[in-house]
């Protein structure tokens, strides 16, 4: 008879931390957990806050919270430092840290999509969004999508349509739209509906926004 001991397969070998030491550092186990570049990019871009922390640690690794941590914030342009707690929302941070109030909180639950702002350009539900998911991301919110001068032609055909009533999705509507419309100047109806099948509307103003998100194509075609 084969020995029952052959099908036993070996042991692994031990895992090591970063300094080589047996065992696992939290780094090496968010790697091996499927932790993305990006989101080791993340961890690093944190702990950028706390170099001392770090230098202290004797992994070079920071566990951070439940208390307040600065974090930097690349926000409509500009460059915002604000003390959070990591479990802090981008919502959150915008609107109480930042004092942008244009970006609302209806849900607050990730299915209405009354939050969405830009991260690098795509839109996202803000509530959903941990405000340290976007250190190194560029966010631009409703107040950002215009100047001072001027407002960007989709908020211009939102009001010639009167495409807002009570105004709590508005915001994210505009955000989404104009998303659409900086990957696709040419849309139709359907791209527009599909655009904003995420986006909820209790006043049923939805055949006003398809207007109002095809006219400003084509305002923006002709500019």
Not at 11 to 23: E, H, M, N, R, V
Not at 30 to 51: E, H, I, N, R
Not at 76 to 90: Q, Y
Not at 132 to 158: C, R, W
Request: some cysteine.
């Amino acid at each position: 008879m084969p020995d029952p001991r052959e099908s036993i397969p070996a042991s692994p070998p031990a895992l090591t931390t970063d300094s080589g030491k047996s065992g696992i550092s939290r780094r090496g186990f968010l790697k091996g957990a499927g932790l993305t570049a990006a989101g080791t990019a993340l961890l690093d871009g944190v702990q950028g806050f706390t170099s001392e922390a770090r230098a202290q640690s004797p992994h070079g690794v920071t566990e951070f919270g439940p208390g307040a941590i600065p974090v930097r914030l690349h926000v409509n342009g500009a460059e915002h430092t604000v003390e959070i707690e990591p479990r802090t929302t981008l919502a959150e941070a915008l609107r109480i840290h930042l004092g942008m109030t244009g970006t609302k909180v209806v849900c607050d639950r990730g299915v209405c999509s009354g939050c969405t702002v830009w991260l690098d350009k795509m839109p996202v539900n803000s509530c959903m969004t941990l405000a340290i998911d976007a250190i190194g991301h560029h966010v631009t919110t409703i107040e950002g999508l215009s100047t001072e001068e001027k407002i960007h032609p989709l908020q211009a055909a939102f009001v010639k349509h009167d495409a807002m009533q009570c105004g709590f999705c508005t915001p994210g509507m505009v955000m989404t739209c104009a998303a659409l419309l900086e990957r696709n100047p040419h849309p139709s109806e359907h791209d527009v509906r599909h655009a904003v099948s995420g986006n909820l509307c209790r006043c049923g103003t939805y055949p006003k926004v398809f207007a109002a998100t095809l006219d400003a194509a084509g305002t923006l075609r002709n500019a």
